[in-house]
């Protein structure tokens, strides 16, 4: 039973992302910051562990429940692990919130910012019409256990397939675990290998500033390029370079406000249902969608674009980037 | 009178539970060679140490060519002084060259920066030249002899300029012929002036050598002598306050009738024995003796399982048996003492009753699978009480025992297993006069009980006191046999050990 | 020289960190609401039971003078092969799940016994090189995918809900898991090796010194299989506990966070890493004060970042202590006179 | 007893890296395009050069009879709390990056001296225990924000992009890598310090036997600070050399990825982990094995998840044949009958 709002008390919302310390988050944290500051009777703030360990997400929510918060926003690094504290967590009334969780088993809503094999299909899109419709392209994930990241490589072979056969996979999809290091030697060792090689398609943020370095140790600017999900600030300076053609995102900030807001209408007994504007653009008018385990999934259609043409919009005045 | 080189004054040391040195005095001159008596346990090593700069003692002084140093030196300043000590374990570095652990000391010394592997190899040169020895000074250390080790570890005390060497039972680890050679050096160095003073159990070795003798007690000085005016049984009277009688051994197993315990026939391994036939009865002490690396050890780890033959038979009790390890001989009966005591018998982290007691504390398990506590505390006093362990309680860590007490832990521990066959390896290495008689009698004591008993040992003089028959062993082989110990001479023997008499043959 | 029951209570470690968990018990219980209550101890002894099971393993290994690091890659191999194997053949018994994840453990212990014994490589290198090989074999070859709790069979997750001596609260039901239940067991199974067969003595002696051990006639050889065997036999059941305690199996999991934890109970317990000394009461103490410190930080406002700069200090803090206890009733003993540099 | 020139060169564990190095170049070259060309072996050395100093680091502790552990948390510190500092103060300069990293890296190396020599904790546990100590602190107070390629001061990326010899080529310009210089100043110090100073011989000898260097008037507390502090140092240069190759700072790099493979390199040079035995040529050897292993698995066609597997199979196949190499060794010099335990 939730408890009734006394006038002093605030809503204590907080937000467990994967991984402190990345850009990513920094950026979701601005969301739930902006968040907090928009709703007088919220107080919304963002935590998360300094590695990606399922564990010690674990560990942080059960922080959350002993402190008696009245809602959690996860961004799981593996869905299946929260489970259980999850359940925990409901039972004791807090609203669970997941982010990039489709298949989350047993959260209030889980918030997407797009359908995931939509999203690969962009992607790929944008890839293959770069490289004229033909030749070899590698994909990375950040782990081969992320289930998100398997969809949008799903997708963008899925794309690939039916319309570019003629381009080709060189490898099959290569892990990176998510650091930038391993995703800069893996791309020069896998370009080195097959000289063929005109695309490499990221999924974790590190993948492109790896890759693009590679390519352009490797001298290959122009020839080949790094393509997938990024951010302007990491992956800006290659897309200037040309070692980077493109990269695509949904904006962290947008998607946390939005997990924050469901908490809130469901915390204060409004409903949520298709077309309901959550309050930031791409989310403006969303559909809903129950999962296998009959969890409703809140789709967006926010991802963002970026290429030499319109890096310049997600620059402040001073030169620093926006995101 | 000359200046003393070395002046120690009243020095006190107290450990908890022991007073290790209790007012004791030495004075060394320089040029002479001064050696250090005493039983184990009386205070020698602990001296030595504090005059080293490795032991503060508690009161006292040190005085060095006229310069006072309080009760206590560091090591550094004993060292400027012209002070080196050989520890009994040499202190050497197994993984540099021969040439660098002479050198190296040296250098640092000096105060040395930067290393000049040119000098290095020169003084290491010189230093071996100066006691006329040959080693190859670019040979890791570890690839070195125990004898070789220890010449290194001589040369580098002469590297340094030393006024005195000091030397921990040198004697105990090498062969008569480098006793000899090592002696030899000494007398060339005390010609040059330099001092010697040394400890020593081996007391034909300290009339063979020493000007002047200081006599131990319980940590307390008996008194400083000139060598010329002692005898053994003076000295070792003056060491224990008591005579010694040795009992030769007798024991005829064909007139006793004693059963055949274990035989070996062609027993060999290539470079290490040949051909060896042994019977050892019940009831006898048989003698193995011979030069260090005629292969008695190799020969007895085989008998113990930890050295496979490659040919011949073992025998025990009539049948043919094969012995692959320790427990294979355990379960034989055959128990082995081994050579090196230098920490591989003992468990320097326990206490002493926990050692003694290590070997037969299965035996000591009831009924109820329990340790029967008080059968287990009455057998470790009961041999520290028989071989006179020093020690205020046998509770304490094995590692607060002096060298020779140390070396009793480990026969201690052996002997309570009570095999039947029982295969000693050098039963007193270490270990003072007194108390080479007392064990002596231990082993005879058990040989009556109808124990079968193999003594190797380098000491001739031993081996006519313990046993009642010898083999010698030369190059691996068994080169002679004396079945009457009473009617041959000591030189005899030792002519066979090395091979002076000219024989092959059975004598 | 006997000592007088309560001096001779003082002079061990194991009162000294009896303390300590009363200390930060007393602490806990005065800061906080939760810490008191027979939940949240039945619950913390429920989730340290991986972690106490895992450390009796550390503390055998360590005691007989060697060390085994690739114990988390054990753990986590035989819980996810053990697992995948159910689902591929339909099975759903737990029996089945122990007994494969322990048949794996025995072999991986002893395929590190057989490198340590062979070839005479350090145990630490070996085993950090198994770890490796075990984790990347996992992999490589049984797979990534993770397992969720909606497909880990019945039988798991049932063990995991087992308890006994079940009572009725004003917040439902407690009981003493039976996780609780396997870690008593493996304590007294562990003590009983150690202390009360000459097996035990063995491998006290061989930590003490091999070589002597040998020449005493212990099979060496033979009480280093043992060992490893035995180490992994403990890590194949921590994996079964650990997957019906969170019922989801990945194959990251353990390997992430059970080495520090594990090395810190053992060493703060006052075992020594040098071989031949531990005890199984000082090990098990030290686990609880890692599980408590581990699980009440927060209780206490301090974030939960600072756990793994927290175990840090407790090892420093608890090997320092350990040292000067030790050194100054070695003075008192009168051993301690010449300082050995280590 | 002089051995003959080929004999001597054959007795040597170097002559075997040396052999594996080439086998495995022509493996490479006959398989593979991409191998043998001025550009990848340039790129693969410039790599390679941050584990090369991390190997020389930790071949001096285990020289010196140590061990130190915490060397990636210290590199990452440096590392981190240096690009921090010069973005919070302005400060753009190559040599303020290296001042800043360097001087933490001394710091915490002598910090784990002081644990060391000062508690006489084993140094195994000491800087397990600081390595969580010194990350966990890191997180904690320093923070855990990521520094993206476009924030790292210019000074930086310009240093990582520094060459000499620089060469025209079909594909750019080619050159050796500033870092290969740095790698190759501190294969010089080391080998300097190591076989041409008593300090070098101090280390040695204290890896030989720490009591024996007592006695012989080494200042052994003083070696050992020596030691801790120079692992530092490297640590510190490793730390500004990594960031200026990747271009982008957070705080969990180098900690997740450098332990294990500079423990394989060291370990497969032939240093012996037991102390006193091992040479620069065959750490540096051991370096070069594993990049190439690191380097060119997905060349030959094995899959990137392989990596974790690969360097596990290559320790253990490295020390077995360490161990045989030194057991025929011995055996030929007649000391090897009575087989010793460990
Ligand atoms: N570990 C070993 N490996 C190879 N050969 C050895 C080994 N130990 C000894 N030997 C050789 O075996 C022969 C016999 O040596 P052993 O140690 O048995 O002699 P010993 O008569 O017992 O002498 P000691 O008085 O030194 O004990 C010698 O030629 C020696 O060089
Ligand atoms: N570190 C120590 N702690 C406690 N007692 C000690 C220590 N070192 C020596 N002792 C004790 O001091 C006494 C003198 O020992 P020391 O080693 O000087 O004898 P020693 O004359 O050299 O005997 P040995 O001939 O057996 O070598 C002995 O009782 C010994 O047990
Ligand atoms: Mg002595
Ligand atoms: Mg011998």
Redesign the pocket.
């Known amino acids: 039973a939730r408890e009734e709002r006394t006038a002093d008390r605030q809503f204590q919302i907080a937000m467990v992302v994967k991984v402190e310390g990345v850009a990513w988050f920094d950026n979701m944290r601005l969301g739930i910051e902006a968040f907090d500051r928009e709703h007088a009777d919220v107080r919304a703030w963002q935590t998360g562990a300094d590695t990606a360990d399922p564990a010690a997400q674990v560990r942080i929510i059960e922080d959350l429940i002993a402190q008696g918060v009245d809602a959690i926003l996860i961004v799981p690094n593996d869905p299946e692990s929260l489970v259980p504290v999850i359940e925990r967590a409901r039972a004791q009334g807090i609203v669970v919130v997941t982010h990039e969780a489709s298949n989350i088993r047993n959260a209030d809503f889980d918030v997407e910012a797009f359908n995931n094999l939509e999203y690969g299909a962009h992607m790929a899109s944008v890839m293959a019409e770069w490289m004229g419709g033909s030749g070899l392209w590698q994909p990375f994930v950040g782990h081969l256990t992320s289930t998100t990241h398997n969809e949008w490589v799903d997708g963008e072979i899925a794309y690939l397939q039916q319309n570019h056969p003629n381009i080709v996979k060189a490898n099959r999809r290569l892990e990176e675990n998510e650091n930038q290091q391993v995703a800069y030697e893996r791309s020069l060792e896998i370009l080195r290998a097959n000289p063929n090689i005109r695309a490499i398609m990221g999924s974790a943020m590190s993948t492109m500033p790896g890759a693009a370095q590679a390519i352009e140790e490797l001298g290959l600017v122009g020839r080949v390029a790094a393509f997938g999900t990024c951010l302007p600030s990491v992956a800006g300076e290659y897309v200037e370079s040309g070692a980077a053609e493109s990269f695509h995102f949904w904006v962290p900030a947008d998607a946390g406000y939005v997990s924050a807001n469901v908490a809130y209408h469901l915390l204060t007994g409004r409903e949520i249902t298709a077309g309901v504007d959550l309050g930031r653009p791409g989310y403006n008018s969303i559909t809903i969608q129950n999962n296998e385990h009959g969890v409703p999934v809140i789709y967006g259609q926010a991802w963002m674009s970026v290429n030499k043409d319109n890096l310049d919009e997600w620059r402040n005045p001073d030169g620093s980037w926006k995101l | 009178m000359v200046q003393a080189l070395l002046e120690v004054r009243n020095i006190r040391k107290a450990y908890a539970g022991v007073q290790a040195l209790d007012d004791v005095s030495l004075t060394v001159a320089p040029g002479e060679v001064h050696c250090l008596v005493g039983e184990n346990g009386s205070g020698k090593s602990t001296l030595i140490k504090t005059v080293g700069g490795a032991v503060q003692a508690d009161s006292g002084e040190i005085i060095i060519n006229g310069t006072s140093f309080g009760s206590s030196i560091s090591v550094i300043q004993s060292i400027r002084h012209g002070i080196q000590i050989i520890y009994q374990d040499l202190s050497l570095f197994p993984n540099l060259t021969v040439a660098e652990n002479i050198s190296l000391s040296q250098m640092i010394e000096q105060g040395e920066k930067l290393t000049n592997w040119k000098r290095i190899r020169e003084v290491a040169l010189r230093s071996l030249a100066q006691i006329e020895e040959h080693i190859d000074v670019d040979l890791p250390l570890d690839r070195c002899s125990?004898a070789q080790r220890q010449i290194v570890a001589i040369s580098r005390a002469l590297t340094q300029g030393a006024k005195l060497i000091i030397m921990d039972e040198p004697t105990s680890a090498i062969?008569a012929e480098d006793v000899r050679r090592l002696f030899k050096a000494v007398r060339r160095l005390n010609e040059q002036g330099v001092a010697m003073l040394f400890v020593s159990h081996k007391l034909n070795e300290v009339f063979e050598i020493a000007d002047s003798v200081t006599v131990l007690r319980d940590g307390k000085k008996v008194g400083d002598y000139q060598a010329s005016e002692l005898n053994q049984d003076k000295l070792t009277f003056l060491m224990s306050g008591q005579n010694l009688e040795y009992k030769p051994f007798q024991f005829d197993p064909e007139k006793e009738g004693a059963p055949l315990l274990l035989e070996t026939r062609r027993l060999r391994k290539v470079?290490?024995?040949h051909d060896i036939d042994l019977k050892i009865h019940a009831g006898e002490v048989v003698g193995l003796t011979?030069?260090?690396?005629?292969?008695?050890?190799?020969?007895?780890?085989s008998l113990f399982g930890l050295n496979p033959p490659e040919g011949g038979d073992i025998v025990i009790d009539g049948s043919l048996v094969r012995i692959k390890g320790p427990e294979d001989a355990k379960r034989h009966g055959i128990s082995y003492l081994p050579?090196d005591r230098h920490g591989q018998g003992l468990f320097g982290h326990q206490t002493i009753a926990d050692n003694v007691v290590a070997t037969v504390i299965d035996s000591l398990r009831g009924t109820t699978g329990l340790i029967d506590a008080r059968r287990r505390d009455r057998i470790w006093q009961e041999w520290i009480d028989k071989l006179k362990i020093k020690t205020p309680s046998g509770h304490n860590l094995v590692s607060s025992l002096s060298g020779g007490n140390q070396q009793r832990v480990v026969l201690a521990k052996w002997l309570a297993v009570e095999p039947r066959v029982f295969i000693i390896?050098?039963p007193t290495i270490g270990v003072d006069v007194v108390s080479k008689a007392r064990i002596h009698d231990v082993i005879q004591e058990l040989a009556r009980t109808g124990m079968g008993i193999l003594v190797?040992s380098?000491e001739v003089t031993e081996i006519m006191q313990v046993c009642s028959r010898a083999l010698v062993?030369r190059k691996?082989r068994i080169v002679a046999e004396f079945t009457d110990l009473q009617s041959v001479q000591e030189s005899e023997i030792s002519q066979v050990v090395a091979g002076i008499d000219g024989s092959e043959v059975v004598a | 020289m006997k000592t007088s029951f309560p001096k001779a209570l003082l002079a061990r470690h194991e009162t000294y960190l009896a303390l300590i968990i009363i200390l930060f018990s007393i602490v806990l219980a005065n800061a906080t609401t939760g810490f008191l209550t027979a939940g949240n101890l039945l619950s913390v002894m429920r989730g340290g039971a991986g972690l106490g099971i895992l450390s009796l393993a550390f503390f055998v290994a360590l005691v007989s003078g060697g060390i085994d690091i690739s114990f988390p890659a054990i753990a986590i191999s035989g819980q996810y092969i053990a697992i995948r194997a159910m689902l591929a053949f339909g099975i759903n018994s737990i029996w089945a799940a122990f007994g494969i994840s322990i048949a794996i453990g025995i072999a991986y212990g002893l395929f590190n016994a057989f490198l340590i014994t062979k070839f005479k490589i350090p145990s630490m290198i070996a085993t950090l090189a198994t770890f490796n090989l075990y984790h990347g074999a996992l992999l490589e070859f049984v797979g990534t995918e993770a397992v969720n709790v909606g497909r880990i069979p019945t039988s798991i997750t049932e063990f995991g809900r087992m308890a006994i001596f079940r009572f009725e609260t004003e917040q439902g039901p407690l009981g003493l898991s039976i996780f609780v239940v396997v870690w008593g067991a493996a304590i007294a199974a562990t003590w009983f090796i150690m202390r009360r067969t000459m097996l035990g003595r063995g491998i006290y002696a061989i930590g003490g010194d091999a070589e002597g051990a040998k020449r005493a006639g212990f099979r060496v050889t033979r009480i280093r299989y043992f060992v490893y065997g035995y180490v992994g036999f403990l890590s194949g059941i921590m994996g079964i506990i650990h997957v019906s305690l969170i019922r989801f199996a990945q194959p990251n999991n353990i390997v992430d966070t059970a080495l520090l934890r594990v090395i810190a109970a053992v060493i703060l317990g006052g075992t020594a890493i040098t071989g031949g000394r531990g005890t199984i009461t000082g090990t098990t103490l030290g686990v609880i004060i890692i599980i408590l410190l581990d699980r009440h930080l927060i209780m206490l406002g301090i974030p939960s970042a600072w756990t793994e700069f927290f175990i840090g200090i407790v090892i420093v803090v608890g090997v320092i202590a350990t040292h000067l206890r030790m050194k100054i009733s070695r003075v008192r003993r009168g051993e301690l006179v010449v300082d050995r540099a280590h």
């Open positions: 125990m062969t470079n290490q024995f011979g030069l260090v690396g005629s292969g008695r050890t190799e020969l007895a780890l050579e390896d050098g190797i380098d062993m691996g």
